[in-house]
């Protein structure tokens, strides 16, 4: 895949880091300390022109609600900056932004990551399991290619382990080590059922009561902590393809 020379960058965690700054620093010169922000996560050979910044639909309109009701309740405490809406209304209304009905911005970068058309920007972690280019200001020297087939592994792994941060349980006793244990112990072909085999009762429980039974809860857990790719959405339509069982990664 030839590197973009357009770039989309994760909006929501630029509008919180900028918001918290205001709060604590100078709300009246927050456009200033945004417009920086941005300046510094654009790649290098991308023209400000051909940079889209990402943004989240509200999380209650978050699809993955409807699969995992209690997806991110673990964030409703969390204080909110004071000006957090008027960082994003501000960048809404001066940069080229783009929101999808019921998706994150994550998964904004992921499907255009995987079509190849925009290096994905942004520091979190959780891009790792799209295929494409990416680049993370703060560790990256440079755009860098990840391979469908490390994205798979990613997706498998966290599958595994959930993502406590979004209130994703993931399955009882099975961290980083033991998924990549099992990763490197099975034949690539067989990662899915065994991984759906491990969710069943007889095996591991979930690291918290759940009423939803087996199989149904292994697909749920991978519905949630699996970006969007292209393979998964239909830009024209604007429809999501749920993730199955091997349908695809």
């Known amino acids: 895949m030839k590197r973009p020379k357009k770039a989309m960058i994760d909006g929501d965690i630029l509008v919180y880091h900028t918001a918290f700054w205001a709060e ?3 709300p009246d010169h927050f456009p200033a300390k945004l417009d920086g922000l941005i300046q510094e996560w654009i790649p290098d050979g991308v023209a400000p022109e051909d940079v889209i910044v990402a943004l989240s639909c509200k999380r209650k309109d978050n699809f993955r609600k409807e ?3 209690k997806y991110k309740d673990n964030r409703d405490d969390l204080l909110k900056p004071e000006y957090l809406e008027d960082v994003r209304e501000w960048i809404q209304e001066y940069y080229e932004c783009m929101l999808l ?8 970068l ?3 990551a995987s079509e190849g058309t925009h290096i994905a920007v942004t520091i979190d972690k959780d891009l790792q399991g799209t295929t494409g ?11 860098r ?9 990613f997706f498998c792994k966290q599958w595994m382990t ?6 994703i349980p993931g399955l009882w006793r099975i961290g980083p080590k033991t998924a990549d244990k099992f990763l490197n112990e099975w034949d690539k072909d067989e990662w899915e059922d065994n991984i ?23 697909i749920v857990m991978a519905r949630c902590v699996k970006i969007l790719t292209k393979e998964d959405y239909n830009l024209e339509h604007e429809e999501i393809k749920l993730w199955c069982p091997d349908a695809g990664s």
């Open 110 to 112: 992921g499907i255009y």
């Open 196 to 218: 759906l085999e491990l969710y069943s009762e007889d095996k591991h429980k979930l690291r918290e009561d759940c009423d939803i039974p087996f199989p149904e809860i292994a």
């Open 67 to 69: 699969q995992w009701p």
């Open 133 to 143: 280019w990416h680049y993370n200001p703060n560790k990256d020297d440079d755009a």
């Open 145 to 153: 290619f990840v391979s469908k087939e490390d994205a798979y592994r």
């Open 162 to 167: 959930g993502d406590t941060t979004d209130g």
């Open 24 to 26: 604590s620093q100078d």
């Open 101 to 108: 009905p019921n998706l994150e911005a994550d998964d904004i």
